[in-house]
T-cell receptor
Framework: DAMVIQNPRYQVTQFGKPVTLSCSQT?????MYWYQQKSSQAPKLLFH???????NEADTPDNFQSRRPNTSFCFLDIRSPGLGDAAMYLC??????????FGAGTRLSVL | QKEVEQNSGPLSVPEGAIASLNCTYS??????FFWYRQYSGKSPELIMF????GDKEDGRFTAQLNKASQYVSLLIRDSQPSDSATYLC????????????FGTGTKLQVIP
């Protein structure tokens, strides 16, 4: 059974129309991450949480926000998507050895 | 200098051969090293982690770490076509909550 679940798997939005991506985990872990990955690029960390302690990467655009209402759920809000925000968005929690366990990802298209 | 560097490939090997994937990193304070496999259009999957200098084996996979040279590698023995994927190296960043930095990955093609 999947331990990190992302919805939806595919999301199409219009330029400038807000969109929310969701993630849930069944591992009850206190750390969660959001990454952005574009084609042929490395996953880029946007935010991470330790419990409710929110950590924003210095180069994450203000257009990206996140919420974590409880241990299990985490949301990524893109307030005004641009064409350059089309990417795979990956949610993750901690895996064995301190690595990350990723959900299946949400592929975002911006028209 | 990039924090984690990998040759983008593609690295082509015949089926049954050993595939050798390499990664260098810049931060001498890094303590944890990870290899992920990512199939096209899918999310990364953790396949190996290593903390100590030397070799760590898991089935057909062997991770090798040399902290003095700031070098980590992944060997895949008896390569199969199903091993064809992009392999991402990741290194922990000291000071964060298990933050890691990823390399851009090496694309491996196993030729039947």
């Amino acid at each position: 059974d999947a331990m990190v679940i992302q919805n939806p798997r595919y999301q199409v939005t219009q330029f400038g129309k807000p969109v929310t991506l969701s993630c849930s985990q069944t591992l009850n872990h206190n750390v969660m991450y959001w990454y952005q990955q574009k084609s042929s690029q490395a996953p880029k960390l946007l935010f991470h949480y330790y419990d409710k302690d929110f950590n924003n990467e210095a180069d994450t655009p203000d257009n990206f926000q996140s919420r974590r209402p409880n241990t299990s759920f985490c949301f990524l809000d893109i307030r005004s998507p641009g064409l350059g925000d089309a990417a795979m968005y990956l949610c993750a929690t901690i895996s064995e050895g301190g690595g990350q366990y990723f959900g299946a990802g949400t592929r975002l298209s911006v028209l | 200098q990039k924090e984690v560097e990998q040759n983008s490939g593609p690295l082509s090997v015949p089926e049954g051969a050993i595939a050798s994937l390499n990664c260098t990193y810049s931060d001498r304070g890094s303590q944890s090293f990870f290899w992920y496999r990512q199939y096209s259009g899918k999310s990364p999957e953790l396949i190996m982690f290593i903390y100590s200098n030397g070799d760590k084996e898991d089935g057909r996979f062997t991770a090798q770490l040399n902290k003095a040279s700031q070098y980590v590698s992944l060997l895949i023995r008896d390569s199969q076509p199903s091993d064809s994927a992009t392999y991402l190296c990741a290194v922990n960043m000291p000071g964060g909550y298990q933050k890691v930095t990823f390399g851009t990955g090496t694309k491996l093609q196993v030729i039947p």
